[in-house]
């Protein structure tokens, strides 16, 4: 989105079109094997309200990456460390004083990171707050929901349904989108090549499975510190970034990756 000047919004809707094909594929077998759980209207509700989410951070971090580099996206999220566990705390009554320990360094850690940055003048402090606004909010309340919303989800069959009516969900929401933009569902000007087309095949896939881990360590009241591993995965991205993207990587970069790497062996 951010090399290519792609939408966001015709990014999604494309994403979200493959993954639900290729989910529909799973459930048709799925189906055959392991009844389908009880649909009930507070069933209905909860997936409703976790795909909205789900969806809104999906278009929050489009909104980031047209902006600012992979390693300044991960330094954002990472900023929500600080704030999830308490948000946590008020919707499920759970804490956790060491894993809270654990945020406050990896927050303070970043922050240094931001200073040293700001000092060498290759970030603007200005410009992160005002994007940290839009994605920093949306994580949090996606936390803080999520053990709520997916309470029951205990056994990996009612996991893997969850996680497909999520990718339903996410999907009606794009199409809507979409349909909202461009006053129907053609793209103009859309040239799908067989690397674009790879690409969107790839990240369809992605999506399930990132959805489907997403779903497994938010379960749960402590997903607190289930949080710091989420938030740092991404920073194995950037060094992806520097080969595929050509977004150079400093010596910085690679010392907080480090740094936060062994942060979260620590807390495991």
């Given at each position: 989105?951010?090399y290519?000047?792609?939408?966001?919004i015709?990014?999604?809707?494309?994403n979200n079109?493959c993954?639900?094909?290729?989910v529909?594929?799973?459930l048709?077998?799925l189906?055959?094997?392991f009844?389908?759980?009880?649909?009930t209207?507070?069933?209905?509700?909860?997936?409703?309200?976790y795909?909205?989410l789900?969806q809104?951070?999906a278009?929050?971090?489009?909104?980031?990456?047209k902006?600012?580099?992979i390693?300044q996206?991960?330094?954002l999220?990472?900023m929500?460390d600080?704030f999830?566990p308490l948000?946590i705390?008020?919707?499920?009554g759970?804490?956790?004083?060491?894993?809270?320990?654990i945020?406050?360094?990896?927050?303070?850690?970043?922050v240094?990171y931001?200073?040293?940055k700001?000092r060498?003048?290759?970030?603007?402090?200005?410009i992160?707050?005002?994007?940290?606004m839009?994605?920093?909010p949306?994580?949090?309340?996606?936390?803080?929901?999520s053990?709520l919303?997916?309470?029951?989800v205990?056994?990996?069959?009612d996991?893997?349904y969850?996680?497909i009516a999520t990718?339903y969900?996410r999907c009606?929401?794009?199409?809507?989108?979409f349909?909202?933009k461009?006053?129907?569902?053609k793209?103009?000007?859309?040239?799908i090549?067989?690397?674009?087309?790879?690409i969107?095949?790839?990240?369809a896939?992605?999506t399930i499975?990132?959805?489907?881990?997403?779903?497994?360590?938010?379960?749960?009241p402590n997903s607190?510190?289930?949080?710091?591993?989420?938030n740092?995965?991404n920073?194995?991205?950037v060094?992806?970034?520097?080969?595929?993207?050509?977004?150079?990587?400093?010596i910085?970069d690679i010392l907080?990756?480090?740094?936060?790497?062994g942060?979260?062996l620590?807390?495991?």
């Amino acid at each position: 989105m951010g090399y290519r000047h792609q939408s966001s919004i015709n990014v999604n809707f494309l994403n979200n079109l493959c993954s639900t094909a290729l989910v529909t594929i799973f459930l048709i077998g799925l189906l055959n094997k392991f009844p389908a759980p009880k649909i009930t209207g507070n069933y209905v509700i909860r997936i409703i309200i976790y795909g909205l989410l789900a969806q809104l951070v999906a278009y929050g971090y489009s909104y980031v990456f047209k902006r600012v580099t992979i390693m300044q996206s991960i330094v954002l999220s990472k900023m929500t460390d600080l704030f999830i566990p308490l948000a946590i705390f008020l919707t499920m009554g759970y804490f956790n004083k060491s894993s809270y320990l654990i945020s406050i360094v990896s927050t303070i850690i970043v922050v240094c990171y931001i200073i040293f940055k700001q000092r060498h003048s290759q970030m603007n402090v200005a410009i992160l707050l005002k994007i940290f606004m839009v994605i920093g909010p949306l994580l949090i309340v996606q936390a803080a929901l999520s053990p709520l919303l997916t309470k029951g989800v205990i056994r990996l069959v009612d996991l893997v349904y969850f996680t497909i009516a999520t990718i339903y969900i996410r999907c009606i929401i794009t199409i809507i989108t979409f349909w909202i933009k461009h006053h129907g569902l053609k793209i103009k000007d859309l040239k799908i090549n067989k690397q674009i087309f790879w690409i969107y095949g790839a990240r369809a896939v992605l999506t399930i499975l990132a959805q489907a881990t997403y779903t497994l360590a938010t379960s749960s009241p402590n997903s607190g510190i289930a949080w710091i591993f989420l938030n740092m995965t991404n920073l194995y991205s950037v060094i992806f970034g520097s080969f595929a993207l050509k977004e150079k990587v400093h010596i910085s970069d690679i010392l907080l990756i480090i740094c936060i790497f062994g942060l979260a062996l620590i807390s495991k």
